[in-house]
């Protein structure tokens, strides 16, 4: 009987995660079967005691479960506890073990997709959900010197801001962590310093209310900077489309899905991921939809 993996996740309609993970399987001929796992938030723990089944190799998780899930996992990875959120569980005889490979994506695609070192530079995050806490987490890991984060709601932003000067200060880091209100985002001036902005909102996305739009428009955008929208679907974004016509970089979020989910299935199969083969397949998926 072959072994499993899944994604848990309400919806997952839209997942392109058993499209490249399954790519990676078949590379190495491995005899599992990635399958998605669609679960309402009433169901979570029945879906999650059954990944203790030794068929079940482990599986992602995503929204709306990422925090919901830690209380019933048996370990949390560091990384994980430190965002709050778990992307992936591990089944080690009958052990669950929680981990977060989404700021480990993020880092890894804007160095290797990117060609940017976070290092000593000045960062902007539109956005204080999950998302932004696992990217403003991966940036102070990479020693950004500023990071400014700004939310439609400020109380988030403060929240997270606060969190991430907690972390810093515990690690021994540098970097100096600043909240904004969003009006900002209509204020070129605020953006001139900025070598990295990092959309961590959903305006732009897909099948959202706010397809079409872009949280920033062309005069905020510095042509020097790298723009780096979290959305994958459409490919470019508004934003990015935006920033191309300002002269700036641009780094849509498909890479960062592969390598979030590239680092998962090196966990899941200690196997090297097929980095290129699975972004393929993703592109490729993507294109059709
Ligand atoms: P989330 O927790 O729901 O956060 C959504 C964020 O968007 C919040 O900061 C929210 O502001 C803001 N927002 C939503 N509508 C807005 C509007 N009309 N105007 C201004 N701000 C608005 O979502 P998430 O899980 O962090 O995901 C965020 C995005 O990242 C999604 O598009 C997701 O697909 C993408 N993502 C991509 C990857 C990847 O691997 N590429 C991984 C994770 C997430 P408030 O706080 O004011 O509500």
Known sequence: MPRVIGIIGYPLKHSISPYF?????DYYQLDIR???????PGELGEMVSRLRHPQNL??????????????L???IDDVAGLIGAVNTIVNR?????????????FVEALRERGDFEPEGKQAVILGAGGAARAVGFALIRGRVKLLTIINRTLERAEALANGLRGYQASAGLATQVVALPWENVKMPQTFGRFHLIVNCTTIGMRHSPEEG???LNLEAIPSGALVYDLIYNPSPTPLLQLAQRAGANILGGLPMLVYQGAASFELWTQRKAPIDIMLQRAEEVLERW
Request: proline share 7%; net charge negative; charged share 20%.
């Open 21 to 25: 993970q399954q790519a990676a399987l």
């Open 34 to 40: 990635y399958q998605a796992w669609e679960t309402v």
């Open 58 to 71: 482990g599986a992602n998780v995503t929204v709306p479960h990422k925090e919901s899930v830690l209380p």
């Open 73 to 75: 996992l048996d370990e």
């Open 93 to 105: 005889d009958d052990r669950l073990a929680g981990f977060n490979t989404d700021a480990h994506g």
């Open 213 to 215: 739009k872009s949280p």
